[in-house]
Structures are given as C-alpha cells and as structure tokens.
C-alpha cells in the first residue's frame, strides 16, 4: 500500500511557520505533491531538508537521503512553485508543459516516475493550474491556455498506460470545481472563476474523453463535498462554505487500486497551515 498526498501550502515558508511539520510527523506519505510553494530556492532546500528529518524520525525512511526532493520555482517572484517529495525512488523528471514558455506558466507542472515497493513505475504529477479571474481576460486567457496544453499530455499519458505502460495520477490544485457536489455555493458562483462553465468543461473531457478517473470522488460517491478549500474571509472555514479544488485524477488501472482517502481537515481555524486541507489517497499498487 502506498500513499500520496497532495496539498497546496499558500506558501511553503508560511506553512513552516504555522507547524506544517506537526502535520508531516504524523503522516509522512509515500509521495506528497505540494503547489503554490512560493519560495526562493534555498529556502525550498532548508525546509525540505527539515522535512527529511521528520520522515527519518518517524521511521519512514532510514536516512535523510532517503527522501527524493524535487520542485519547480515560479520564474515569477512570489507565485506558483510546485514540488514533490517521496520516500519512493524517483527514476524520472520532467519540469513543465510543452509549449508553455511564459514565466507565468513556471513552477505550476512537475512530473516524476516512482518505483513502488513491487517495481512497478508510475507517473505522479503534481499540478497547479492558474486560477483565473472572470474579470481578467488575461488571467483567463492563460488559466485556457495551460488547460489545452494539459490536454495533449493527459492524452499522452492515457495512450501510455492503455498500451501496458506506465500508469498516472495528476496530483494538484486545479482551481476547478466539477460540478455543484463540489461547491457549496453552486448559484452565486455560475459566473466566478473556478465555477465558469468552460472550465468545469475540461474536466468532463478529462473524464470522459481522456478515461482518468476522479479517485475522491470515485469514493466517496455522488455526496456533497468533502471540499479542500475555504476562503480566508468571514466564516467560511466554521460554516464549511468550500470548494473542492484539489484533486487526485488517475488512469484506470490505478485508480481501481485506491482504496480509501482523507481530507485532513484541521479541527480548528487557528490550526491551519493553509486555506486548503491536504488530500490523501491510499493505492494498493
């Protein structure tokens, strides 16, 4: 059984002040795919390193080198970054999209191939689509922009594991909730970013069109929410009001090894160390 976790930190250094470490002492999964890092290089290391540390003491790993260590920095300063940490050996990795050259499409794709405990490789992805604005063209411009060009590598990625190769699984922050079971305010929001009918559109293709498999919600059935993410204003985080914009979209093969999930949730308004909840999922690879 392996675990993979996906998360968005809204700042990776904010999250390390906030005690993201309580949080990896007590689970350190087998792959964790993080977004909106937002940090220079050296203090991506520094906290990875601490990271390390935890997953040693823990016993999940024999020594800190134990744990692979990859991420992406936004060439944008205090945007995007995305990264990946795995007890796993990572054989491969592959930064960004192709076709996507901008500084804003940075730090937002990192691919890696994972050998698992039976040698079987898998592709883990963690993502982080822009969010997009409905009153920014540009914005939205781009968030369409890396839509289409996720497309070409989902179709890759699915003709790969179709023909007996390697098996995916998208890990991120897609800034898309699907459809009104993962939205708690579905008719204030038909007009909102994250809720546009064009956007939710990419998903259907990806699940219908492309075959990946929504793992979550393959699980946990057609049931309103759980949601991933609450706004930092008001009540939204005491009165559940939230979006599920963290997903885990996997092909076939292995999304039929999953076999149960977690949206770590934390107890209490203070206790968290980021506007999104942490996503796990256990596969029987």
């Excluded at 390390?52 to 016993?59: E, F, L, N, P, S």
């Excluded at 991420?71 to 054989?91: M, T």
């Excluded at 079971?181 to 990419?202: C, M, Q, S, T, W």
């Excluded at 492309?210 to 005491?238: C, H, K, N």
Aim: hydrophobic residues 40%.
């Amino acid at each position: 059984m392996i675990s993979i976790t996906t998360s968005n930190l809204n700042g990776i250094r904010a999250a390390n002040r906030k005690n993201v470490g309580a949080w990896v002492d007590a689970h350190t999964p087998s792959v964790w795919c993080m977004q909106e890092v937002r940090a220079p290089q050296k203090d991506v290391d520094a906290i990875f390193a601490d990271f390390a540390g935890r997953y040693v003491r823990a016993g999940a790993i024999d020594s800190p080198e134990g744990l692979c260590r990859e991420n992406e920095v936004c060439r944008v300063k205090g945007r995007a970054g995305v990264g990946l940490v795995s007890s796993l050996p990572v054989v491969a990795v592959r930064h960004g999209l192709p076709g996507l050259d901008e500084d804003v499409d940075s730090g937002r794709w990192i691919e890696t191939d994972v050998r698992t405990p039976q040698g079987y490789e898998i592709t883990v992805a963690s993502v982080y689509v822009h969010a997009g604005n409905a009153d920014d063209d540009i914005k939205m411009a781009q968030k369409y922009r890396f839509l289409d060009a996720m497309l070409v590598r989902l179709g890759e990625l699915r003709d790969e594991a179709a023909k007996g190769g390697r098996q995916a699984v998208l890990c991120g922050d897609f800034n898309i909730a699907h459809t009104e079971l993962d939205i708690k305010n579905a008719k204030g929001n038909v007009k909102h970013a994250g809720f546009l009918p064009a956007e939710r559109a990419y998903v259907d293709r990806w699940i219908d069109e492309y075959e990946f498999v929504d793992v979550m919600r393959d699980l946990a059935g057609d049931i309103q929410g759980p949601y991933t993410w609450w706004s930092q204003r008001g009540r939204a985080f005491d009165n559940n009001v939230g979006w599920r914009l963290d997903y885990q979209f996997a092909t076939p093969e292995l999304a039929e090894t999953a076999r149960g999930f977690v949206i770590d949730k934390a107890p209490t308004y203070d206790l968290r160390w980021s506007d999104h909840a942490p996503l796990t999922i256990s596969y029987d690879v």
